[in-house]
């Protein structure tokens, strides 16, 4: 059986991997180069300098490493922490839980504060451990900025202004892995100390870079950071980037060039429309949720996501029968519910190379699998409901005024 064959397009509303664009995909399409040539010194270059405007940084210092998330999670902990360190970190969902397991097994001292699936980081808990800590033990804060098995999205300028108003010299880590390229994030403004994502996420390319930037505290502290690192020593490529060679090992050239013209892709619709369209493409989804009489996951308007929706099903609709139907009798993929939320919710990620008519048929899509599998759903109500914000919302395509 050819899994691949299929009429149409797949819908891959998965929030993650997402749709890679035809420009990404054809700038990839070429031969191996000599990475010590002149040339690709010289992208790299521009690249690490284009790469700081989607962290909103320019006193950052960007590292493009071939690896996935995970990868960059630990590129971030071993370059500035050492083993024992205390640090704090938010348990919201399967990704940071993720995180803190690594954590845990790099050896840091983790001391998790935990929230219902749904909510956001605990921010009250968090004033009162760093009003407690006055001798500083406290050495990073790690936050996952959009919970991706929920839909839960944490406002950072909060940590920051806590970390502030203590005083407190923690450093400041960030998983902006399905946030960064869609949601507002602002390294600089909100004192980011460490910030990463991956590449399969909104700036759709394919998996194989983790884009980590660091800021010059960071860098600062992963000069006496004892913890083991290796392939993610940022040394080596601080080295190299001094010697104008740029790469420690060899890289991805067709990553590159698809790096290339995703950014030319981002800033041609300029990063502010980008985050725009992901407003409305979360807000639509999110409007068809309630026209479906259904539940989101996030449990406060505060934290709701526009990278990912995750929908919860009545008890008697196990929500992996959703996720399996759209695929077989639809070619839609949506994404599963992890861990603790298995079985009931669903996910619709709407982020990346994604437009307001592609989400239309995902939400069309949805419905007659909630009919088919006995949820009674009047067809068309969160089409209408979506649609009806959207046309009163969506902009004329920059590029076509
Ligand atoms: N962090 C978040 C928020 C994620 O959503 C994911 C993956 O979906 C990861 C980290 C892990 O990334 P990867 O699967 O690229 O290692």
Not at 234 to 246: A, C, H, N
Request: charged share 20%; with cysteine.
């Amino acid at each position: 059986m050819d899994y691949t064959n299929a009429p149409g397009r797949n819908h891959l509303f998965v929030p993650g991997p997402v749709n890679i664009p035809e420009q990404v995909l054809r700038a990839m399409n070429r031969n191996n180069e000599d990475y010590r040539s002149p040339a690709i010194p010289a992208m790299t270059k521009n690249l690490l300098e284009d790469v700081k405007k989607i962290f909103k940084t320019t006193s950052g210092t960007p590292f493009l490493i071939p690896t996935t998330g995970t990868g960059a999670w630990e590129s971030a902990l071993t370059n500035t922490l050492s083993p024992g360190d205390r640090i704090i970190s938010f348990l919201i969902g399967q990704f940071s839980l993720l995180w803190i397991d690594q954590q845990q097994r790099l050896n840091f001292d983790v001391d998790v504060v935990e929230s219902e699936w749904g909510r956001g980081a605990n921010l009250d808990i968090l004033a009162s451990k760093l009003a407690a800590d006055r001798n500083h033990s406290i050495k990073a804060i790690c936050i996952v900025h959009n919970e991706t098995a929920t839909g839960v999205t944490n406002n950072l300028s909060a940590v920051r202004k806590l970390l502030d108003d203590y005083n407190h010299p923690a450093l400041f880590l960030v998983d902006g892995v399905s946030s960064i390229c869609a949601l507002d994030f602002r390294m600089d403004e909100w004192g980011v100390d460490v910030a990463l994502t991956g590449s399969q996420k909104a700036l759709s390319l394919p998996t194989g870079l983790g884009i980590v930037c660091a800021s010059p505290k960071a860098i600062e502290a992963s000069k006496t950071a004892k913890s083991v690192r290796v392939f993610f020593d940022w040394k080596d490529y601080l080295k190299f980037y001094k010697m104008g060679t740029y790469w420690p090992y060899t890289p991805s050239i067709q990553l590159l060039y698809g790096l290339r013209a995703a950014l030319d892709l981002l800033f041609e619709e300029g990063l502010d429309n980008v985050i725009a369209r992901h407003s409305r493409l979360g807000k639509a989804t999110r409007l068809a949720v309630e026209a479906w009489g259904l539940k989101n996951c996030t449990q406060r308007e505060e934290w709701v996501s526009n990278t990912v929706t995750a929908v919860v099903v009545p008890p008697y609709i196990d929500s992996a029968e959703v996720v399996r139907r759209a695929w077989k009798r639809y070619n839609l993929s949506l994404g599963l519910g992890l861990n603790k939320v298995a079985g009931k919710v669903f996910r619709i990620g709407h982020l990346g190379h994604l437009n307001e008519l592609q989400l239309l048929g995902c939400l069309s899509g949805v419905e007659m699998i909630l009919k088919d599998i006995g949820y009674p759903v009047k067809l068309g109500s969160g089409v209408a409901a979506a649609a009806a914000y959207l046309q009163n919302n969506i902009p004329m395509i920059p590029s076509r005024i």
